[in-house]
T-cell receptor, first 114, second 112 residues
């Protein structure tokens, strides 16, 4: 158990809908990362927050947004869902930003868009 | 931009066989390199890392050496076990913000 929790574990929804994925980082970790794992794109970095502020953006679509709250949990919002958004979404956390800080991954949320 | 290329799988081995999974990278500057492992139904776990050239990362019998001259970070284990069956990801951490760039992953299956 990495100490990072993600809810829900599975999510099935329809095209055009909006969903929210939730992540609670390890105790003491201030930085949160979101990654998307799909069969065709592999594992891709989406966005990073540190202590409530956005720090880095990757291949995140405009239909997607995220935020980190004062209690440090983070939410990833996906809207106008398309079939191609079906994927495993991972959250990771680290003490601070930077490549020398180990990222601890949650178990992921599997999103299926029908 | 940064990229990671991993040897294509799946890789199927018998227990106690020698394992090599190749990983090469393209990056500016001096990135940190990582191997992550993903067991079925679980998130990724850090297996080992190396932060500078010629560093050797090791953990649970796995090893990888950061080779700047060949831009490689190949994963090796001398004697695999059935419990090593998983997906292995090579990753590069090259920015000050810490985002990871992953390879495509290699599925390893070890038979008794």
């Amino acid at each position: 158990d990495s100490g990072v929790t993600q809810t829900p574990k599975h999510l099935i929804t329809a095209t055009g809908q909006r969903v929210t994925l939730r992540c609670s980082p390890r105790s003491g970790d201030l930085s949160v990362y979101w990654y998307q794992q799909s069969l065709d794109q592999g594992l891709q970095f989406l966005i990073q927050y540190y202590n409530g502020e956005e720090r880095a953006k990757g291949n995140i679509l405009e239909r997607f947004s995220a935020q980190q709250f004062p209690d440090l949990h983070s939410e990833l919002n996906l809207s106008s869902l398309e079939l191609g958004d079906s994927a495993l979404y991972f959250c990771a956390s680290s003490v601070a930003p930077g490549p020398l800080n180990e990222q601890f991954f949650g178990p992921g949320t599997r999103l299926t868009v029908l | 931009g940064n990229s990671v290329t991993q040897m294509e799988g799946p890789v199927t081995l018998s227990e106690e066989a020698f394992l090599t999974i190749n990983c090469t990278y393209t990056a500016t500057g001096y990135p940190s390199l990582f191997w992550y492992v993903q067991y079925p139904g679980e998130g990724l776990q850090l297996l080992l890392k190396a932060t500078k050239a010629d560093d050797k990362g090791s953990n649970k019998g796995f090893e990888a050496t950061y080779r700047k001259e060949t831009t490689s970070f190949h994963l090796e284990k001398g004697s695999v076990q059935v419990s090593d069956s998983a997906v292995y990801f090579c990753a590069l951490g090259g920015t000050s913000y810490g985002k990871l760039t992953f390879g495509q992953g290699t599925i390893l299956t070890v038979h008794p």
